[in-house]
């Protein structure tokens, strides 16, 4: 009787070894980015020449180089004394974080410690793009749809970029201002954030464009943002075909 008992527990234990004894998926770390190479890249007036979208990309990875540089020049801290940075911003609010959708993960750019600090766990790049007809967030925006009505599906990234970068304005960084200013500012800085980077990958065979027909409704839900925060902007970047 002894016998059985001991024959049928490890019978248990071998059924349940491959539930219990699987690894799991590591989550994401703290990425610490490379110094930026701050003398790369095409003149400013080569790159103006050269500068187009492109929606094409091969399937190499993203050098993490590449991806330090691209990040820095975005909005990085380029004057360590006041810590101010490589894109203006109104009243200096630095109001514009950039979220990097890359295959493992969700990462938010730290510019003061130059590093990628995770947010979610796995591949959402498919998250951010929004089907024809859906509805942008912001100040005198049409609403959502109403509460129980389905969201558009998203479209997906385009096919190949292997980052996606999402710009988000916090519009409670600035200290004065209606909510329709705040949106208007945090617009217009995204939109210089998003120069920078169009800038940057014109200097260094890069490919990216500007998107805005993004989830916006989905991504503040993904990303867990407060209200006064808005996905405004989007830019794939991968190496040009």
Not at 45 to 63: G, I
Not at 202 to 209: D, F, H, I, K, M
Request: a positive charge.
């Amino acid at each position: 009787m002894k016998r059985s008992r001991v024959i049928g527990s490890a019978l248990i234990l071998l059924v349940l070894f491959p539930v219990f004894g699987r690894a799991q998926a590591p989550e994401p770390a703290t990425i610490q980015l490379n110094e930026p190479d701050k003398k790369r890249g095409l003149p400013l007036m080569e790159a103006l020449s050269v500068r187009a979208s492109v929606r094409e990309w091969s399937e190499r990875e993203l050098a993490l180089q590449d991806l330090s540089d691209l990040l820095w020049a975005a909005n990085g801290i380029n004057r360590l004394d006041s810590r101010k940075r490589t894109a203006p911003s109104a009243m200096n609010a630095q109001d514009v974080d950039i979220y990097v959708f890359r295959k493992d993960g969700i990462y938010l750019y730290d510019a003061s410690g130059h590093a990628l600090v995770p947010v979610v766990a796995g591949d959402q790049r498919s998250q951010i793009g929004m089907a024809p007809g859906g509805r942008s967030g912001g100040p005198g925006a049409p609403k959502p749809p109403p509460e129980g009505a389905p969201m558009p599906k998203p479209a997906g990234p385009p096919p190949g970029a292997p980052i996606q970068l999402v710009l988000v304005s916090d519009n409670s960084r600035f200290r004065a201002g209606t909510p329709e200013q705040r949106f208007e500012w945090g617009a217009i800085d995204t939109g210089l954030v998003s120069q920078n980077i169009s800038l940057f990958c014109a200097a260094t065979g890069l490919g990216t464009v500007p998107r805005a027909s993004i989830a916006k409704e989905r991504l503040k839900a993904l990303l867990k943002l407060k209200d006064a925060q808005y996905p405004l902007l989007e830019h794939p970047v991968g190496y040009a075909k």
